[in-house]
């Protein structure tokens, strides 16, 4: 179910969500058109990627998917390999950025959060059920930003995780098998999701209980 379902129910909380994904959704992708211009490709840069700004980066029906069905996607960044100093690796370091970046912001968020908990009367059982508007921002940035940069780790393309696989199988032996991993694998991400949606096997359910216990280790 989407977060459009909590509008009328916890409107605030729906506001502090879509305001977490939005940030969360537009440092990730601004990361990955930073590194692609530090490792010498201006492609990104050109486009008007390489900003915070949430208009350049949030794809519409990408959105609208989340807020109707539950998840979705942003706008991808654009680069050209020929242009980085290392064609081999560099396409590895772009995608690496994103999930790194939602790292570093939710480490930012965890630890903000257990600085700021006890002046602040924390008292909720779980920080995501915090009444403090601050803390409860803090703790769902920092649990969605750890479960994006779970997420995107996966090895399968379009997430970023495949790029690094892709860099390891670079030697000509592993053409074929880099050729069917980029062709199949958006429909092999999607059968995933809708295993895991139907069947209820775990996947999610696993990335958000690694976030939520790292955001509790840091915090």
Known sequence: MGLISLLAQEPLLFV?????LVLTLSVHEAAHAWVGALLGDMTAKRLGRLTLNPLAHIDPIGFLMVLFVGFGYAKPVPFNPYNLRDQRWGPA???AAGPGSNLVLGTICAVTYGILAPFLGAAAAVPWAQSNLLLLLLAWLGLINFALMAFNFIPVPPLDG??????LLADPRYA????????QGPSLLLL???????????????????ASGLFLLLS
């Open 16 to 20: 502090v969500l879509v305001s977490a």
């Open 176 to 183: 074929r098998v880099r050729m069917s991993l980029e062709r």
């Open 192 to 210: 995933l999701i809708f295993l895991d949606i139907v069947l209820n096997i775990g996947i999610f359910s696993w990335i958000f209980q690694f």
């Open 162 to 167: 495949s790029k690094v696989l892709l860099a």
């Open 93 to 95: 370091f772009i995608a």
